[in-house]
C-alpha cells in the first residue's frame, strides 16, 4: 500500500468536501432526522460510491488516453466551472440593478 497516495487521496477529498454541498444537505437530513446514524451511513455509502465511480472512470480514461491530456481536460474543466460561478447570470443582473 502506498501510504503517501492515501494520506495525500484522504486530506484532498476531506478538505474539498468541507463546505461542500453534499455536506450541507447531509447537515441538513442530520437535522431534520430522527436518526442521525442513518443519514451518516447513507452519506458515507454515498461519497464511497462516488468515489469509486470516479477512481474506476479515471483508471480507465488513463488506459485510453495519455496523463497530460487528462490534466489539461481537468484542468480546462475547473476553469470553466471557476468562470461559470464568477459570470453573474442575467437574472442576476437585472437583480443587482434594482
Do not use: C, Y
Not at 54 to 72: D, F, I, M, N, R
Amino acid at each position: 500500500m502506498n501510504w503517501h497516495l492515501l494520506l495525500l487521496s484522504f486530506t484532498t477529498v476531506f478538505l474539498s468536501e468541507l463546505g461542500d454541498k453534499s455536506q450541507l444537505a447531509a447537515m441538513t437530513l442530520g437535522g431534520s432526522s430522527r436518526s442521525p446514524r442513518a443519514v451518516f451511513l447513507g452519506a458515507s455509502a454515498a461519497l464511497v460510491l462516488t468515489s469509486l465511480i470516479g477512481v474506476l472512470a479515471g483508471e480507465g480514461a488513463a488506459q485510453v488516453l495519455p496523463t497530460a491530456l487528462l490534466k489539461g481536460v481537468a484542468a480546462a474543466g475547473f476553469a470553466l466551472m471557476a468562470v461559470r460561478l464568477l459570470w453573474p447570470r442575467p437574472a442576476e443582473v437585472q437583480d443587482e440593478d434594482r
